[in-house]
């Protein structure tokens, strides 16, 4: 039996987390896909389907993404992003905060799931805000009243029978 370390890491609270997406203007998604079943196209779709970012793809092996066009790096960029948003494995998270730092970036964000105490650590330790294990998609949403975009069911829950 295998036991999962201790999440020492605190985040910033919700608060915190709205006032980095509002001052947010650019987001680069690294790991973006243009597979419709992975998690980092849905947050692709509703990024530039929902919000006013500026949304920048990256990926390696794609050229274009949702009529998009996706840049092998960070550092291809036209432009500096503010936030980062991160769909890779655990492995490859300290390289990808090395080029978050090295490109300026302000913010590292790792999508649900993604969890990594010494990149945080680090990303902190460098000036970056860091969230972890959440995701852009449903925290924008939620803040911004568009959960429904997001494809959750915000109806009202209730007893009460509805009148016909």
């Not at 490109?103 to 805000?129: I, Y």
């Not at 925290?139 to 915000?154: I, K, N, S, V």
Request: glycine share 6%; net charge negative; aromatic share 8%.
């Amino acid at each position: 039996m295998t036991s999962t370390p201790e999440r020492t890491w605190q985040g910033p609270s919700a608060p915190e987390r709205l006032a980095l997406l509002r001052r947010t203007r650019s987001i680069a998604i690294v790991g973006a896909s243009n597979n419709p079943a992975r998690a980092s196209y849905f947050v692709t779709t509703y990024l530039l389907s929902s919000t006013p970012y500026d949304v920048y793809l990256v990926n390696p092996r794609e050229t274009e993404i949702l009529g998009q066009p996706v840049y092998p790096s960070l550092d291809a960029l036209p432009v500096v992003p503010d936030l980062v948003d991160v769909f890779r494995r655990h492995d490859d998270l300290p390289t990808v905060l090395d080029e978050t730092v090295a490109v300026g970036a302000k913010a590292l964000w790792l999508q649900l799931g993604s969890w990594h105490e010494d990149v945080a650590r680090r990303g902190e330790e460098a000036g970056l805000t860091v969230v972890m294990d959440r995701c852009v998609k449903i925290e924008h949403a939620r803040f911004h009243g568009g959960l429904h975009l997001a494809g959750f069911d915000t109806g009202v829950i209730s007893s009460r029978r509805a009148l016909s």
